[in-house]
Structures are given as C-alpha cells and as structure tokens.
C-alpha cells in the first residue's frame, strides 16, 4: 500500500511540473505557491539572515553605550587621609588649598569636581583656602551638614555629635540639621550639636583655631577650662590636673611652636597647677 501511495504522489508531482513548465519560463516560487495552496501547505514567512544581522549589531551598539554611560555615572573618588600626629597640605584641580588635621579624611569625585561642582567630603578638621569662582561654588559636606562658600577662609570641625566652622576671611553659609541656614561672615563661628539639635553663632572666632596648624597658641584672661581644651586640640592630647584647681583661674600667655612639655610646665607655674599628660594621639 505504501509503494503504490508514494507512486501515486510522485505521478502527481510529475504532472504539475510538466502542466507550468516551459522552456526557461518556470519559476519555481510561483510554482511552489500553486503547489502549496492545492495541498493546503502553509508557507512560513522566512526572515532574511541579513536583518538578524542588523539587529543584533543595533542591540550591540544600544548594549555599549549604555554601558558607557553607565561608566560616565560612576564616581572616581580620590580619597587623602592625614596620619595620627601629622597634618597634610592638600590641593583640589581648581587650586584651592585645604590642611588636613591628624586622623581627617577628605574625599571627592574627579570627574565631577571643578565641572559640575566643587564638593569634597570631610571627615575630622581641615582649614581652607578656597579659590573664588561665582558659577560654582564651593561645597563642603559632612554627615552632620554642609558648609557653601564662593571664595574664603575657613575652618570645618566634624567630631562626633559635634559641627564647628569658623570664619577667617570672605562669606560662609553653615547648614546643619533642620534649622535655617546662617551666614557667618569673617570672624564668626558656629557651633552645631546633633544631641540637643542647638546651632550657636558666635560673633567672635576662636583665636587659637588654627593652632593644631600654625603651633601658636595666645591666651588673653583665658579660663582654665579652655586653656586645657586649646592645648589638648593643639598637641592631640588628653590633659588631667590633678590639683583640682578651680576655673575661676586666668591665663594670659603666648606660645609659638613650643613642646607641649614646655607649655605645661609655664603654666603649672604661673597657676599653681598640676597639669599633666594623661593621653597622647601622637
């Protein structure tokens, strides 16, 4: 039954070609349409292997820029850390200067700074020196607010719970938590506590500030509560007195890049105390 169902076929196929052909005037694809639609055959829609080309060379070009841009997005931090007992001079693309305390961090994006802003990170104490440039302010940014300035020096303290800027030329804007912002011209300063969320403008900066800095210290009618805190800021020491000496007490003296030996014993003798050393950073 077979041989004669397949010769029958091969009869049939035999006999549609020799009905359409022609000397060079068949065409196959018309042929094949007949052929199909009288045995109900569905052609499949074949497409080209010169469109597939096409598109997957369109999905690799879509595929690389958007890795591209991608890779535009991505920040490149440059990250300078000052070591324990040693303070750094650092400067940004755009020539400002910033001097980094003992243990402060500071952080910015390079392909960004200088174009799109000029914002660094800090982590510690650092003073700047900030070149002035009216389109594009500077910014500096701490977990507990943000200092922006057009050109001007200044000192941002970030310890803790604790935020401290303070003012030595030009204009600053301090933002800190949800309070308004301030303006704190030269010679101002102000202190943020993220405890009680208070944000104090002093209208006087402190003189010794920069002592960690320049190695001077002045003290003028000083209490003793704040010598003890300006020289351990200085030295990046923890001080004990152990004669228990009331804060009622005065200091007024200067001292330029002195050991902190030498400091301790002047004042131990001018006051009467027992300041010593409990603790060293260094």
Known sequence: MDQERHKTEWEERIRFVARYYHERTFDPEIGWKQFADKQNIRTRFRIPVWVWQVAAACLLLAGYGIYRMIGQQQPEWVV???????????????????????????????????????QVELKGKAFYQVKHRENLPFRVQTHLGNVVVLGTSFLVRELQNQMEVQVL?????MEAGKKQPVLLEAGMSA???????????????????LSWKTGELVFRETPLSKVIHDIEVCYEVKLKDLSGASDSLRLSASFKKKPVEEVLLVINQTLDTQLVIEKSKR
């Open 80 to 118: 300078i850390t000052a070591d324990a007992g040693q303070g750094k001079e650092v400067f940004l693309p755009d020539s400002s200067q910033v001097s980094l305390a003992a243990f402060a961090e500071l952080r910015y994006d390079t392909k960004q700074y200088g174009k799109e802003n000029r």
């Open 191 to 209: 202190r943020y506590s993220e405890t009680d969320e208070d944000l104090q403008v002093l209208q006087e900066a402190d003189e010794n500030c």
């Open 169 to 173: 030329q030009g204009r600053v804007r």
